[in-house]
């Protein structure tokens, strides 16, 4: 989760930058993507080279994300933060 960046900051065009809509919240999506659900699903369509897993851009979209009322998620991610 990046909240500021201090300086002009490159992108490599490896990897992909996951912004949620505005329905849902940034800090619910990242503890979600932190679950055994989203990491078994990640896992099992990853595809593995030497050292590394690449994750598809369609194949992280592809996951379904349960997703609360917005204040819901602000809570549910606010208690996780806490707890975590």
């Known amino acids: 989760v990046v909240r500021h960046l201090p300086h002009e900051t ?3 065009a490896f990897l992909g930058a ?3 809509k505005p329905s849902l919240n940034g800090q619910y999506l990242f503890h979600f993507l932190r679950t055994q659900f ?3 699903a990640l896992r099992k ?3 593995q080279t ?3 897993a690449n994750i598809s851009v369609s194949t992280l979209s592809e996951i379904p994300v349960p997703v609360a009322p ?3 998620q602000k ?3 606010d208690k996780l933060d806490t707890l975590l």
Do not use: D, V
Request: proline fraction near 10%; charge should be positive; glycine fraction near 4%.
């Open 10 to 12: 490159a992108f490599g």
């Open 18 to 20: 996951i912004r949620p």
């Open 38 to 40: 989203a990491q078994n």
């Open 45 to 47: 369509s990853s595809s």
């Open 50 to 52: 030497t050292n590394i």
């Open 70 to 72: 917005l204040p819901e």
């Open 75 to 77: 809570r549910i991610a």
